[in-house]
């Protein structure tokens, strides 16, 4: 009669535990491991306005950003006036984004400087539609870092029309439209 | 010991719901759940979260003077340039490719090109001039690549060029001005450029669209496009005419950056196209408004703006042949489309 004892239910649990255990702790110590997040390219996006309605953070992760080095500084600005804007000037008749996130500031005639208060945009990208439809598409849509709650599958991702959040390496964070260091496009 | 030995009237409540109840409870209860888990949609965007011009699209059937005619399909990625010479043949650029075609369409000659230049003019001696960005390349009659001219810097996006008898005019978005060169490649001066002495604030150029034509009396217009219109300069850079237009009426000019091209007919009536809203207007020669070439439903049909989002405008450039037809070289579509006179004689021209 043999004396050998077969493995048990209870140590095989234990092993592969201990197996997967190890193996999480090695992947997350590893300097090659890298932690996916998702993002917006914003050379696919079409600004359908779901960035606003579809994140499960209210208000969305999604805010506008600004890339000044190619912004127009214009008067006539598509992505902070209402079409047919009644007057030129920051009445909130006049102004397109619901929110009154953008704020601009007179340089010299004809040009104004914008900025966007990120605590009001709710990244429903009508602002980013007027400036690509008319001018020359300075404004444009991020996932704020530090905003998005990482979920596994992006509530946005899912009903993008245009396909245009993918996951991209957290050591990249952001696609922007214009990078100091690798010119516009990067 | 069973229960119902004890108390025969629990059984019974027990059996008051029959298992196949409880199965169907069960399975309600999951599809439900299922139900609710797959029609769990957040609601749509609504009109004010949506950017939309389409009501300022529509234009009165009144005001529409032209129609296609033809439409001239092109060998050719990704158009850019398009230019009439003074026989009447076409000059249509792209990536890698110049072509040449005569009235009707049909292809003449193909020279290949290194990259993409963003326009094209050839000279009554047949001297082609290729904007490439930040310079000039001059080809000969026969292709041959002849020189480059200098670079105009790391700004510079040439966007247009029109040659006559002593000079040739080049438009740079990138920079917001006009050079005038001699045709060997020597910059005279410049026109549009800030000027405080002037008082002049130069060309607002907030995208990369700015454009140069002659009229019929050979004088030079420059599309001043930040302040939505058009101007007349002399030779040396002086203003002559100003004429903006700022609006989202038919017959004026919408959001930061229009007329994107400009050309004239041979009675001194001015073309324009626009981006934002896409279409082609025509002005007569004292500038009312004589009407619509081609309207934004007519650009947008048969292309998919979502496949183009780096560059949504279609019009790639605009030209008048010959025989006065207005040509208008559409990107996505590939193709230079050819506007006539619906009711030749009754223009408002």
Not at chain 1, 105 to 126: H, N, T, W
Not at chain 2, 7 to 27: C, E, F, T, Y
Not at chain 2, 270 to 299: C, M, P, Q, W, Y
Request: proline letters at 5%; hydrophobic letters at 40%; aromatic letters at 8%.
């Amino acid at each position: 009669m043999s004396t050998e004892t077969k493995p048990g239910r209870r140590e095989f649990i234990r092993a592969a535990a201990v197996a997967a255990l190890g193996g999480g702790v090695w992947m997350a110590a590893s300097p090659s491991a890298e932690k996916w997040v998702w993002q917006i390219d914003p050379h696919k996006c079409t600004q359908c306005g779901r960035c606003a309605t579809h994140c499960v953070l209210n208000p969305s992760a999604v805010k506008c950003v600004h890339a000044t080095k190619i912004c127009g500084y214009c008067d006539l600005c598509s992505g902070y006036l209402q079409p047919a804007a009644p007057a030129l000037d920051t009445g909130a008749e006049n102004e397109l984004c619901p929110t009154a996130a953008i704020t601009r500031r007179f340089v010299e005639e004809p040009y104004f400087a914008y900025s966007i208060d990120e605590d009001l945009c709710i990244g429903c990208g009508k602002c980013v539609k007027g400036c690509g439809q008319f001018g020359n598409g300075s404004l444009y849509l991020q996932i704020k870092r530090d905003l998005c709650a990482h979920c596994n599958e992006c509530a946005i991702a899912r009903d993008c029309p245009s396909n245009a959040i993918e996951r991209i390496p957290l050591s990249r964070a952001y696609v922007l439209k214009y990078d100091e260091n690798a010119g516009e496009g990067a | 010991m069973f229960p119902y030995k004890e108390n025969p009237m629990q059984h019974k409540q027990q059996r008051m719901i029959p298992d196949w109840a409880w199965a169907v409870l069960a399975i309600a209860v999951v599809a439900l759940t299922l139900a609710l888990f797959m029609t769990d949609r957040p609601d749509e965007p609504g009109e004010a979260l949506v950017y939309d011009v389409s009501r300022y699209e529509a234009v009165a059937d009144d005001d529409v003077r032209y129609h296609e005619t033809a439409r001239i399909a092109l060998e050719l990625d990704n158009p850019s340039g398009l230019a009439v010479d003074s026989e009447g043949r076409l000059w249509a650029t792209g990536e890698g490719a110049l072509l040449m075609l005569d009235e009707t369409g049909r292809e003449q000659a193909r020279h290949e090109i290194d990259g993409r230049p963003d326009c094209v003019a050839v000279a009554p001696d047949g001297t082609m001039y290729l904007g490439m960005r930040d310079h000039l390349a001059v080809f000969s009659d026969t292709g041959e690549h002849h020189t480059n001219w200098e670079t105009l810097g790391e700004r510079a996006w040439t966007t247009e060029i029109v040659v006559d008898e002593n000079h040739v005019f080049v438009a740079d978005a990138g920079n917001a001005r006009v050079y005038r060169y001699t045709h060997d490649g020597q910059i005279l001066n410049t026109i549009g450029e800030r000027d405080p002495e002037r008082d002049s604030i130069g060309f607002v150029v907030p995208s990369h669209y700015l454009d140069v034509a002659f009229d019929a009396m050979g004088a030079l217009w420059v599309s001043n496009p930040g302040k939505l219109g058009v101007e007349k300069y002399r030779a040396d850079g002086a203003l002559l005419t100003a004429w903006h237009q700022p609006g989202f009426a038919t017959h004026q000019f919408p959001g930061c950056c229009n007329p994107i091209h400009i050309a004239f007919k041979s009675n001194g009536t001015l073309v324009t196209a626009e981006k934002g809203i896409n279409r082609v207007k025509t002005f007569a020669a004292d500038r009312s408004f004589a009407g619509v070439a081609a309207t934004s439903e007519h650009l947008n049909a048969g292309w998919n703006a979502a496949e183009f989002p780096a560059d949504p405008a279609p019009i790639r450039d605009l030209a008048v042949d010959t025989n006065d037809r207005i040509l208008v070289l559409h990107g996505p579509l590939r193709a230079i489309l050819v506007f006539e006179p619906i009711d030749a004689g009754k223009e408002k021209e």
